[in-house]
Each structure stands twice: as C-alpha cells, then as structure tokens.
DNA sequence: CTGAAAGCGCTAACAC
DNA sequence: GTGTTAGCGCTTTCAG
C-alpha cells in the first residue's frame, strides 16, 4: 500500500479510501491510484485489515463428515449464506471424534472467526465457556450442545418423525416392527428410538427389546443383525430404520438374503427409513425425510442474527420431518410363510 | 498477551515463548506463565500472528458443489491432508459459474492463504497472474487451468475411461451405442466424448451424430433425449452416460418409460455409467469408477510439496479408472422386437 | 534464560 | 479532499 501511495504520488490513507471505495475522494485522484494499482498488481492484505478491525468476515462450520449427503447439503446451504453475507467459510469435520471438534472449534476460534455453525460430535462444550466470553457467536445445528452450554439450537424433530413413521406401519396394519437405529450415544438415535416407543405406546402395542438394534451402520453388523431379527420366531413384519446409512446397508442386506435385486421389494417386509437419500424413489424406499438444506439456512439465519448485535434469548427450533410413501413402507404384514413362498 | 503477561509479573516475550512452547524457558516461570494465561482465559489471536509471520497455514479449496457426490469425497480427502500438516480449510463452490470461482479464489488470495486447490468452472485464468507474482501456490483438479496458465494439475483419465467402458460394450456385441454427456463446453464431458470415439475407431464402428447428446443433465432434458433416441429408427442397443448425474436420470427415465422399479434391466438396454454412485451395487449399473478421493489426496500432496518449497516444473497427472461391472453393462444387444416381448 | 524495541499492513480518529 | 499519527496483537531481532 506504501509502495502504490508513492507510485501514485498520494499518502498511504488515500490508496485505502481508494481500495475500500470509500466515499470523498477526488475522482481524478482516485483513477491515479487505481491505475498504480493495476501497474503494482497490488491486493489489498486482509489479515492486516481484519487485525485492525476487529471482525474477520469469516465463520467456521463444524460438521460431521463433508463426504455424507445430509451433511454437505447443509453445508451448501451454510455457504450461500455466508456468500450472501460477504462472508468467508472455513470448514471441518469432526468425524464423530469429540476431540478433533474441539481442536477445529479452538482453531478456528484463535483465527478469530465471527461466529460458528456446529454439528457437535462430543458432548461436553465445557471449552467453550472462554470463548463465548470473548463474545464469539455459536449455532449448533442437528444435536444439541452439551449441559451448561447455551446457544441457539436447530434440530430436526427425531422424535415426531420416528412416531410418524412408526404410525404409518402400524396404520398399514403391522404389529411387529423392528427399529434399526444408530449408536444410542448419539443424540439423534435417541430420540428416533424415543418416538418410536410413542407410537408403539400411542397404538397399544408392547416394546419388545429383541425388536431393537442399536449401533453404527456398518455393513456385516447390520447383515447380522437382520439375519438375527428375520431367523428369530416371531419375526417382525416391519423394519424402520434409524438413519440414512443403516436404511441403505438393510437395502443391501436384504438383496444378498433374498437374492433379488429388487431390493425394494426384497422379502415383502415394509420398510421405512429415516432421512431421504438419492434413488430411494427409483428403488421406491418410503422415507421419512428430514431437510437439511433447511436446517443448514436455518442456522445461518440465526448466526448473522447474533453478529448483527441479536441479544434475545437463546431459541431452540425444531424442523418438521416429512413422510415419503414410495412403496416400501405400504406393503401389508405378511407371514415367514407367505414370504418364503412369494 | 500484555494482560497475561502483567498477571504473571513477566515480559511480554515471555508469554510468547510459553505459548508457543519455545525452548529456553523456566520451568517454574512457565507454570506461572500458565496460570495467568487459564486464569485470565487468554488465547492467541492467530490473525495478528499471521500478519506477522507472513503464513497463515490456510489453503483455500474451490469446487464446483459441495452437495456432490464426487466433490465431497475430494474435499474430505483435502481436509485429511490439511489438518495433517496443521492447515485450515477455506471452502466455497463455484456452482460452475466463472464469476463465482474468480471471487471465491481472489477473496482466498486477499485472506492470504498459502495455496489454493482449484476445480475450476472459467476457463480463463488470467486474474491468477499477480498473485502467482505474489507466490501463491495453486492446483488444479479434475479440470485443467485455462490456457496461459501453468499450474500442477490432477485430472482423471476421462478419455481413457470412456474408451474403456465403450470398449466395454463393444466386446459384449454392441455396435449402436448412444453417448450422453454433459456439455461439450466442460473439459471432462468433451474428454470422455473422445474417449468414447476412439473407441468406436478402434472396432472400425462409424461415429453417428444421431447417438450422441450433450448438455446439462436435467430430468426432462435426459428423459425426453432418451425417448427420441429409443423411438428413433434403427435405436442403440447400449448407453453410455457421460456422467454421474445423466446415470441416474437416465435410469429414472428408463423406469417410468418401461414402467419397471427394476431399473437395472429396464428394457434390456446395456448401461454403463461414467463415475460411480452410492447404491450403483444394488441397482446393478456397471460404471467405469473414477477415484476423488485419491484426486483430492495426489492435489494436496503436490500442493503441500510447492508449499514446503519445491520447485521443479509443473506436473500434469492422470488417474486411471477403473471399470465396475454389475451387470448392465454385460447385457448382449436386444433388437427393439425382443425388447418391447420381454 | 529473559526482556525491549521494531514493525507486519492495515484502518480509525483526527488534523489540515 | 487529503494527510498524519497511533496502534490492532503478535513475532523477530538483538541486547542483557
């Protein structure tokens, strides 16, 4: 800036109000700085500017794992946000790892960003505390913060969706339904499980343990898993699943049991999985979709609220679920018999 | 720094030095250094030491959709490497639109990252010139920069996988192949067009215009050129799809057009896909798989040796495919009459 | 082993 | 309209 302040023969601030557009400058003046400029090939350092300021322009985005559907498509929503609000993102997963959270979280807290979107993976935002005392913004988007943290919140509404799809099953005549669900440590999978013992309780129906699984999705677990739930006597008629990944792996485990390749139909059991994913209408999976484009809009909003000097109290919003029937989840309860035989 | 190091009755270099865990300090003056620093909840603003030490150990990744499939397992493999070598990540996606990726890149630039990894939408890339002056370090990936503008690149071996999967389906018995790919104007779409004539050059088959079409893959688009090519005389008895997206819409299209979930078989077409995609195993498409996420990683390994200081001439590297087949691509030729039978 | 001074590149506040 | 001065919070350099 020194060096295109003597170029153009004019003080440094001048080159400043020049490069921020700042009002009252002398419109031949300023074409002379410009013109020094272009010459220098010069480009105005942020880092020195955002020193000064005080606001860096930028926010950090916690998230679970960018390469997963639901989570990029929130982060796109995130970044049009930003974008909209001349804002720079930087990105992180945590890759359900409470510790590499807490280190992205830190760095991008000593970068000074603005504010932070988070996906928590832990459960403990106690490191936190420090920060919010220096005045940093925080949203945390799918899973609440732990206890003692309070910040906004924007949650999808586990619980009501499980329910919607439970009832929808057992609106189609099942009474043994299996629920597949994630590892219950994870505040997601809790609340499925929770609305799915609603609906159970809502329509008269007893809970039966050996109807519930819990635990990551990972392919030969969940094979096992249905092998078990499908050779037991009694057999549900029915499975929901708890998540995206778990719905596709029964997806795969029920085509390699049945040999069909028509997994959607694969051994008239009825499904319905939880979260949407691409193909499941060409595959004709009834789902209970969330929104994550929604959530990820949503939490921005809430965000650039704070920054621009928001004082209420902290909101805690919950995004409606959506059912899908695409056909999976319609199929009447059929017996082992008439499964076999089919 | 000041506060902390008036708390802890030291200089201000000394705070420094216990921050940054530099050697030659006292034990006992450091613990008190420490105390200060919990108990005044100090942490370090990486802006002002940014400013100071020139490198902001951030890199800068532009790509053309986050919520894509393939773009999101690059980013993951960047985001692994980054935080291996202690870097943050920028992100922003172009959403194919020059304009959008200049901003995006030259906002890195002025925010001072020290390299960038680019998926380019422009072809012009020109704006680079003065911050390549500056000693900015950029890759590109999955797309070569516009000409003039010398820079590592990592590209998939678009032409060879398409004269594969061609191959593929010439060495099964077909001689009327369609090609539907993306628009011509996009560097991997016009490369995989290639690829798929030299493979018909190959097997001495002629190049009919009437079974190749470009463009956007929209779902009216693709289903109503899919309609024109099958209706048309003399139909092609196997599709190859330029692209991940026109693979899915092309078996959305075939499903409501035979009115078959089994979208695998639908009407005996052979199919082969360029670029895989979650739940092509269930569906049975045999797709020629590219590999993003060795993409990601060979652009940040190359990024991360430029930034250590190599300097050896540019490099342009080329990733193999791999043909995935599943079935659809391994289907003889159905004349029309067998088809509309079965 | 510790400290004082200079300055990274910019902007805010105030002169002229 | 334009210029001057101070200082954002840190690291570098050099002196004790």
Chains 1, 2 share one sequence.
Do not use: W
Request: one cysteine or more; charged letters at 25%; hydrophobic letters at 45%.
């Amino acid at each position: 800036m020194n060096d295109v302040a003597a170029a153009a023969g004019v003080a440094l601030k001048t080159v400043s109000r020049v490069v921020n557009s700042e009002p009252g400058v002398n419109a031949v003046t300023a074409s002379r700085v410009q013109a020094a400029i272009e010459r220098l090939g010069y480009r105005r350092n942020d880092s020195a500017r955002i020193l000064r300021r005080g606001r860096t322009a930028s926010i950090g985005l916690v998230i679970e794992d960018v390469a997963d559907a639901f989570h990029s498509s929130l982060i796109r929503a995130v970044e049009d946000a930003a974008l909209h609000h001349g804002c720079l993102l930087f990105t992180g997963s945590s890759r359900e790892d409470a510790a590499r959270e807490r280190d992205l979280v830190l760095a991008f807290c000593a970068r000074r960003v603005d504010g932070l979107i988070i996906v928590p993976a832990g459960s403990d935002h106690g490191y936190l505390a420090p920060e919010f005392e220096a005045g940093i913004k925080a949203v945390f988007a799918d899973r609440p913060p732990g206890a003692g943290c309070e910040a906004d919140t924007v949650l999808c509404d586990n619980a009501g969706g499980a329910r919607t799809g439970t009832a929808h099953l057992i609106a189609h005549g099942h009474r043994r339904i299996a629920f597949l669900g994630g590892s219950p440590r994870i505040f997601t999978a809790a609340e499925r499980l929770r609305g799915y013992r609603q609906a159970l309780a809502a329509a008269g129906l007893p809970y039966d343990e050996g109807l519930v699984v819990m635990g990551a999705p990972d392919p030969p677990r969940v094979g096992a898993d249905l092998t078990r739930l499908l050779t037991a006597p009694d057999p549900p008629t029915a499975l929901l699943a708890g998540n995206g990944r778990t719905t596709v792996e029964i997806l795969r485990a029920l085509a390699s049991l049945t040999g069909s390749s028509d997994a959607g139909a694969a051994g008239g059991l009825a499904l319905v999985g939880f979260d949407d994913f691409e193909l499941a209408d060409l595959l004709g999976v009834t789902v209970v979709a969330q929104d994550p484009a929604r959530l990820g809009r949503t939490a921005a909003d809430l965000l650039f609220m704070r920054l621009s000097g928001d004082e209420e109290p902290t909101s805690r919003i919950e995004l409606a679920t959506r059912l899908v029937p695409r056909g999976s989840g319609e199929r009447p309860p059929l017996s082992l018999r008439d499964r076999t035989a089919s």
